[in-house]
């Protein structure tokens, strides 16, 4: 089994900045060997998808509305990836999910039914 624990979520105004951190831990998968994203899911809307990275870190996805603003990466040491969000929207508001599967391929994983594992969430809420 493979644990997931997001962080860094909290109350930020908006044009603000955040961190999100999701560590990776358990016994039968490296971090390593994971293909990762992020997903968010908003108060009375379906969850989806952020950003997604290969097991490498070559490849990455982002979905339109976060272009340019965030980025996803991953740090192999200490088993753990992150969302650097910037110039955030009261519209990023949302719960915040890491999700993983294991691959070892080049290719990123857009969607939630993609993924094996999943950690509990961290709300971020961005006020006006």
């Known amino acids: 089994q493979v644990h997931l624990e997001e962080s860094g979520g909290r109350l930020v105004q908006a044009g603000g900045s955040l961190r999100l951190s999701c560590a990776a831990s358990?016994?039968?998968?490296?971090?390593?060997?994971?293909?990762m994203g992020w997903f968010r899911q908003a108060p009375g809307k379906e969850r989806e998808s952020v950003a997604a990275i290969s097991w490498s870190g070559s490849n990455t996805y982002y979905t339109d509305s976060v272009k340019g603003r965030f980025t996803i990466s991953r740090d192999y040491v200490k088993n753990t990836m992150y969302l650097e969000m910037n110039n955030l929207k009261p519209a990023d508001t949302a719960v915040y999910y890491c999700?993983?599967?294991?691959?070892?391929?080049?290719?990123?994983?857009?969607?939630?039914?993609?993924?094996?594992?999943w950690g509990q969430g961290t709300r971020v809420t961005v006020s006006s």
């Open positions: 358990g016994r039968t998968v490296s971090e390593y060997s994971m293909a």
């Open positions: 999700a993983a599967v294991a691959d070892r391929s080049e290719i990123y994983y857009p969607h939630a039914h993609q993924y094996d594992y």
